[in-house]
């Protein structure tokens, strides 16, 4: 399938959001929606695209087989290879639990981990992302695939509601944070999102199209994220910052609002200056290289952590000069990654067609 414009792009911003929140928490920014919200849409939208256009081309599921199986090693030759080179070297030099937790690890189920002990697991903590991204990949191609066209569109909007009622579930039972967050039920609305938008690329161009074109839908959104982060804070449960009524309706809203996100990449419908910023050469490179960025930003921030702590330094007393520092550093790791091994590795996806 024809490489969908600006996504790189998007993927890059997404990142940004995560880096704010992981090195920023502070006002007003800790209120930024999360990035993962917003990749996991792009993500299940260029997946359902995938899936759903070889479904299109032919219906006959004996024919899935090989088509499903160079999926898998697709998302395997993309992934796998600096996420395991990551909690490999993290397993050499003992860091923390990672040899306790290692088979959560390896078999990308470390949001069940965190849900169920509480742990962040320290620089690693934001590989809960993956795991979920991973348990999505291994569900949705069968659904996609197997059940009637027609009830695509409602197993969508059944996720969009599980992973919505999921969050006000834990919230008015004074559930953890870690539930709220990073629970894959909690994140059901994300990829609900992101399927319908895929779906109505395939089969209901025209839909789709119009829904872009009426922007409703993005306006509600906005004025409900609004006033949510208004008001919603006031409703804070536990002691955790992030546990109130705004991030119980902020994956929802924030999922609605990257419809336009992705539909105007979708659709070309960027303006002049815009196209011109999203297809640069320096933006293109660090989309390309955002997922060695998420990877790698905490690994990053401890190692800055101990230097600056044997030098009698406060990380957040210097936070404003430490931030570049940060991003230049990570890039430089995300780059070696991408350039060395990630880019060779991944010339085979092209084989993979």
Known sequence: MNHIKHIDALRFIAVCLVLCHHWILI??????????????????????????????????????????????????VRIFPAYYVLITICWILNYGKTREIFLYLTTFTTNFYIVNFGNTLGFLGHLWSVAVQEQYYIVIP???????????????????????????????????????????LS?????????????????????????????????????????????????????????????????????????????????????????????SKTILYLGKISYGIYLYHFFVTHICSIILNRMNLQVYNHIRYLLPIYFIITFIFATLS????????????????
Not at 30 to 39: D, E, M, N, R, V
Not at 153 to 163: C, R, T
């Open 27 to 76: 006002q007003p920014l800790k209120y930024l929606p999360f990035g993962s919200t917003i990749s996991f849409v792009i993500s299940s939208f260029l997946i359902g695209r995938i899936l759903l256009n070889m479904r299109s081309r032919n219906n006959n599921v004996t024919t899935y087989v090989k088509p499903l199986v160079l999926f898998y090693l697709r998302r395997t």
């Open 187 to 279: 994140c059901l609305d994300t990829f609900g999102v992101g399927t319908y938008i895929a779906y109505l690329s395939i089969y209901e161009k025209e839909t789709f199209k119009k829904l872009i074109e009426n922007k409703t839908l993005l306006r509600i959104s906005v004025i409900i994220l609004l006033f949510a982060a208004v008001f919603g804070t006031f409703f804070q449960k536990g002691n955790h910052y992030y546990l109130d009524f705004y991030r119980v309706v902020e994956r929802t809203v924030v999922s609605f609002g990257t419809i336009w996100l992705v539909g105007y990449a979708y659709f070309d419908k960027y303006n002049t200056s815009i196209n011109r910023l999203f297809q």
């Open 142 to 184: 069968i659904l996609l695939l197997l059940i009637p066209v027609r009830y695509i569109k409602l197993i969508a909007f059944i996720s969009i509601g599980v992973g919505l009622f999921y969050r006000l579930y834990v919230y008015y039972h004074d559930l953890s944070f870690w539930h709220l967050h990073v629970s894959t």
């Open 338 to 353: 991408w350039e060395l091994f990630e880019k060779p590795i991944n010339k085979l996806k092209t084989k993979l067609y």
